[in-house]
């Protein structure tokens, strides 16, 4: 194995790990609040208010602080150095950092008319609430601004460690407050120790940067050539990234009409659980790419970019479309093993269930979808990428109102997934103009991952059917472990082109 290829792997290897850690601590801290809230009012105040700031910031920022920004740093980077490259970070710091005060100061100034149009179907307490606890939230937006910036900065000179570990700091603040002072200071001061938590975030990292030469100074510059360039990406790239809040707002909408008002909380279970469990593996791999696809097209090398996207989408399908099968199948055990004690009860695993079920027929599509931005943003091209989110969302509202009217609660998910089903094929389809990303053979190997799955998925099925266990944990752990060497044993013998190649690395 080339040095390079080393590297790549122990960095992969690294970033699972920390990932793994911190998604870890993310579900226990989602335990501990189904554990002690339920699905109350406290709990639905809470989820709409922290839905409100996060929603806010995806709008106006979203994934622009990184996508606008990884591009043209690393290009400067390569064309005339570190001391301009740091000097356009500057810029656009304090350009993140003014855009963010200003959303903060609007959020708290509004957060009744914005609870009221995030979730109108709500009783006028929940709403009271949930409106005072956004207030406390909004100063987070600024922290997480920061936090991206600092991301963008460290990932370029590939330091992927701490931009792993800053939402493993944020779940540990959150789990630490629930152990100690949740008691005392209930729903209230789970709000601060999320704005303490987004902090964190930011903070940890300003020490790497630091070290690595950048130096922040309180300087704008509108007429900077490079902040032009990034303010114009801007636009396209943020329509692009509205596809998930827009889908999260309509969610809550439609959610807030089912279980008076409790559904938000069923939904917002199962959709973090969701994204815990897809994050693992798409956050390393989008992650890992992103940097790499800006720097060769930075360098001028195209075609290795799309032939390293190719690859990475291809292994990033072989995780991602068993996992989706498993979760589609053990929908029900995960639930209850994961959120089934104190005030979180059997009738709400088994609506939280529902939505996870439904919501795991999109995860292949939410990984592939992800390479193919990443490509998108890495060739600085970002208008195929948002014809594709505006589409994407003009389904998304056309499927929740005729899927909630003719199947009830379960259309709000499975309107979610064929959503970014569609999303991602109309990107492929976008990119491949350019010239195909996968050939023949790749989706020959992908179909050979999706036989491996599927006869995977009966076992599992048989297996969970059968098995006579009174415990959901242990249901989870063996019918999940055997569903594991089930597909590692098929896809071996079936062999994709990747999989025979780090099998022949392994026998040298």
Known sequence: MKAAEKKIASTAILMVFVTVLAKALGLLRNMLLASNFGTSMDSVAYEAASRLPLTLFDFALGGVVTAAFIPIFNEIIVK???????????RYFNLILCITAVISVCGIAFSSPLVSF????????????????????????????????????LQSFEKYTLPAIMSLVSNLVMVLYFYTLCGKFGIWGLSVSLVIG????????????????????????????????????????????????VCNVINTRFASGFEDGSAI????????????????????????????????????????????????????????????VGIFLLAEPIVRAIYMRGEFTAHDAQMTASVLKLLALGIPFMSANEVLTKLFFAMQKVKAPMIASVTAICVNIALVTVLVNTVGFDGIALASSITIAVCTVLNYILLSRGGSLLHFKDFVDIAKSLIAASVMGFCVYFANSSLMLGSDI??????????????AVLIVILSPTEIRNILKKDKK
């Open 80 to 90: 005339k150095g570190k001391n301009d490259a740091f000097a356009f970070a500057n």
């Open 118 to 153: 995030l979730a109108p179907e709500l009783g006028a307490d929940v709403k009271e609430l949930a409106a005072s606890l956004s207030r406390i939230m909004f100063p987070m937006i600024i922290f997480t601004g920061i936090a991206y910036c600092y991301v963008g900065v």
């Open 198 to 245: 987004w902090f964190l975030q930011a903070a940890i990292q300003a020490p790497a940067a630091h070290k690595l030469g950048f130096r922040f100074k309180p300087t704008l510059a509108f007429n900077d050539p490079y902040i032009i360039r990034a303010l114009k990406m801007a636009v396209p790239i943020l329509v692009c990234s509205w596809l998930q809040p």
């Open 265 to 324: 909380s069923m939904v917002n279970y199962a959709n973090n659980l969701y994204i815990i469990i897809v994050g693992v593996f798409s956050f390393v791999a989008t992650n890992l790419l992103f940097p790499k696809l800006s720097r060769s097209e930075a360098e001028g090398n195209s075609e290795g970019a799309r032939t390293f996207a190719g690859s990475s989408l291809k292994i990033l399908l072989y995780i991602m479309i068993p996992l989706a």
């Open 474 to 487: 242990l249901r989870v752990c063996i019918v999940g472990a055997a569903g594991v060497v089930i597909y």
